[in-house]
């Protein structure tokens, strides 16, 4: 006689048609009371009960942005893919889209910033918060509405082959939380963007950027918010020195205010043979050279590829590089704030699964916990919880169970790996990945060549 196992499940989701809004186990982080809230702040909440209610919109176009390789349609049906006996609609595609722009950004804008701001155990440097600005650019489908808002970037070798838009954020190094962003016109630069960011600034935070921002008025602005920065310059810059420091420094003025400027030389022998040598002038507002010595934040400096690895998670896991779905500036909005989201509450959920471990942020797996939660969510598991909240559940277990290497020192040349052309770039580049051993030697008035 064959033996037969049967499996029974006990799913807890919303009563009637809100049923289908859920994010299964991230439900516990985009809860239901915070949805409606921002549907209330912002007036978005359906004026009668219809088969796709606003809150369950808002949960299919943030799932969507966890789906980016399907349709609406396909992503509506993961959602209720786990809702077995539970009567849900079965919308067209055109209503899904109906609904959407009657639900439009705000609110989707409105559970961001709910969301937004540094998890627990973002990296800390003698107390201050590190955090990263830059940006990054996302391209949009070729409609004659998103060209409005979205041209064509122009090059020797003709326009980009999509519309594209710039996305600059600041980020929490370590846990790589979103903490704000901006968007618009990749023909807006960054220094000019930069501001509308500035406010979400605070004191004890240590504002980390490349030399793009080494702007006069920009490093005032920013020093004004209270938060300190540490900012590359270019090493040719002409900066006078007002007073001398005994490790090499030297304070100057700018943007209206006294900084600290600090040159160095980063080594990396590669092999025990090979060397590399580079040349770095950092600017920053921490000029009390016993409190912060200049080698430590040498290093410190290095932390600012998070950032960078915050984008690619974002335009290489999550969208695997591709074109955002809206024909539209207002869809495209509510698209990448939806995006944004989700984005936001896997990186809480990684964070909250390593708090109280003695385990570094940067060994969780991005893409371990965005296939944990899709599979949560499509069997709609831990949407509603009980008293007793695991803060780690299914996606934190499966994070600390795949936990990444520990980092290695490495240095590879940041060079174009594989290009438009299918043909082989001129000359030889070495793209390989080496192991590394890091000297930095603080340059001091002495030891500057002359």
């Given at each position: 006689?064959?033996?037969?196992?049967?499996?029974?499940?006990?799913?807890?989701?919303?009563?009637?048609?809100?049923?289908?809004?859920?994010?299964?186990?991230?439900?516990?982080?985009?809860?239901?009371?915070?949805?409606d809230?921002?549907?209330?702040s912002?007036?978005?909440?359906?004026?009668?009960?219809?088969?796709?209610?606003?809150?369950?919109?808002?949960y299919?176009?943030?799932?969507?942005?966890?789906?980016?390789?399907?349709?609406?349609?396909?992503v509506?049906a993961?959602l209720?893919?786990?809702?077995?006996?539970?009567?849900?609609?079965?919308?067209?595609?055109?209503?899904?889209?109906?609904?959407?722009?009657?639900?439009?950004?705000?609110?989707?804008?409105?559970?961001?910033?709910?969301?937004?701001?540094?998890?627990?155990?973002a990296?800390?440097?003698?107390?201050?918060?590190?955090?990263?600005?830059?940006?990054?650019?996302l391209?949009?489908?070729?409609?004659?509405a998103?060209l409005?808002?979205?041209?064509?970037q122009?090059?020797?070798?003709?326009?980009?082959?999509?519309?594209?838009?710039?996305?600059?954020?600041?980020?929490?190094?370590?846990?790589?939380?979103?903490?704000?962003?901006?968007?618009?016109?990749?023909?807006?630069?960054?220094?000019?963007?930069?501001?509308?960011?500035?406010?979400?600034?605070?004191?004890?935070?240590?504002?980390?950027?490349?030399?793009?921002?080494?702007?006069?008025?920009?490093?005032?602005?920013?020093?004004?918010?209270?938060?300190?920065?540490?900012?590359?310059?270019?090493?040719?810059?002409?900066?006078?020195?007002?007073?001398?420091?005994?490790?090499g420094?030297?304070?100057?003025?700018?943007?209206?205010?006294?900084?600290?400027?600090?040159?160095?030389?980063?080594?990396?022998?590669?092999?025990?043979?090979?060397?590399?040598?580079?040349?770095?002038?950092?600017?920053?507002?921490?000029?009390?050279h016993?409190?912060?010595?200049?080698?430590?934040?040498?290093?410190?400096?290095?932390?600012?590829?998070?950032?960078?690895?915050?984008?690619?998670?974002?335009?290489?896991?999550?969208?695997?590089?591709?074109?955002?779905?809206?024909?539209?500036?207002?869809?495209?909005?509510q698209?990448?704030?939806?995006?944004?989201?989700?984005?936001?509450?896997?990186?809480?959920?990684?964070?909250?699964?390593?708090?109280?471990?003695?385990?570094?942020?940067?060994?969780?797996?991005?893409?371990?916990?965005?296939?944990?939660?899709?599979?949560?969510?499509?069997?709609?598991?831990?949407?509603?919880?009980?008293?007793?909240?695991?803060?780690?559940?299914?996606?934190?277990?499966?994070?600390?169970?795949?936990?990444?290497?520990?980092?290695?020192?490495?240095?590879?040349?940041?060079?174009?790996?594989?290009?438009?052309?299918?043909?082989?770039?001129?000359?030889?580049?070495?793209?390989?990945?080496?192991?590394?051993?890091?000297?930095?030697?603080?340059?001091?008035?002495?030891?500057?060549?002359?």
């Open positions: 006689m064959e033996h037969q196992s049967v499996i029974t499940r006990c799913v807890r989701v919303a009563q009637g048609r809100f049923a289908p809004g859920h994010l299964g186990e991230l439900t516990r982080l985009i809860p239901f009371d915070l949805v809230a921002a549907l209330a912002t007036r978005s909440t359906q004026q009668r009960l219809r088969d796709l209610p606003s809150r369950v919109v808002v299919l176009l943030i799932a969507a942005g966890l789906f980016t390789e399907l349709g609406y349609c396909q509506w993961r209720v893919a786990g809702l077995d006996g539970i009567p849900v609609a079965t919308p067209s595609s055109s209503a899904l889209a109906q609904a959407r722009r009657r639900v439009g950004a705000a609110a989707l804008a409105a559970v961001f910033g709910l969301l937004a701001g540094p998890a627990a155990g990296a800390r440097w003698r107390s201050l918060l590190i955090c990263a600005i830059d940006s990054t650019t391209f949009v489908p070729d409609s004659e998103n409005t808002r979205s041209p064509y122009g090059g020797g070798n003709g326009p980009s082959g999509y519309p594209m838009l710039r996305l600059m954020a600041v980020v929490a190094c370590g846990t790589r939380t979103v903490i704000d962003i901006a968007f618009g016109s990749w023909r807006v630069g960054e220094t000019s963007m930069a501001p509308r960011l500035f406010g979400c600034l605070r004191p004890g935070m240590l504002l980390l950027a490349d030399r793009n921002f080494a702007v006069a008025d920009l490093i005032g602005r920013i020093a004004s918010t209270g938060a300190d920065l540490l900012i590359r310059a270019k090493s040719n810059r002409v900066l006078p020195a007002i007073t001398r420091l005994p490790d420094s030297w304070l100057t003025r700018l943007g209206g205010i006294e900084v600290r400027v600090i040159e160095a030389e980063i080594t990396a022998t590669l092999g025990g043979r090979k060397k590399h040598t580079g040349h770095y002038r950092l600017l920053t507002t921490l000029t009390d016993r409190t912060y010595p200049a080698k430590e934040i040498v290093a410190l400096y290095h932390q600012r590829w998070e950032i960078e690895t915050t984008f690619l998670e974002m335009k290489s896991t999550l969208l695997g590089g591709r074109v955002l779905r809206a024909r539209t500036p207002a869809g495209i909005e698209e990448i704030y939806a995006l944004l989201a989700g984005y936001q509450a896997l990186r809480l959920a990684m964070a909250d699964a390593l708090l109280g471990q003695d385990t570094p942020p940067d060994r969780a797996g991005f893409t371990i916990a965005l296939n944990a939660a899709r599979d949560q969510l499509i069997q709609a598991a831990g949407v509603i919880t009980d008293t007793v909240v695991d803060l780690v559940g299914a996606i934190g277990h499966a994070v600390r169970t795949g936990l990444l290497a520990r980092r290695r020192t490495r240095v590879c040349p940041r060079v174009v790996k594989r290009a438009i052309s299918k043909h082989r770039a001129k000359g030889q580049i070495d793209r390989t990945n080496h192991q590394a051993t890091i000297t930095i030697t603080i340059i001091t008035e002495l030891t500057r060549d002359p």
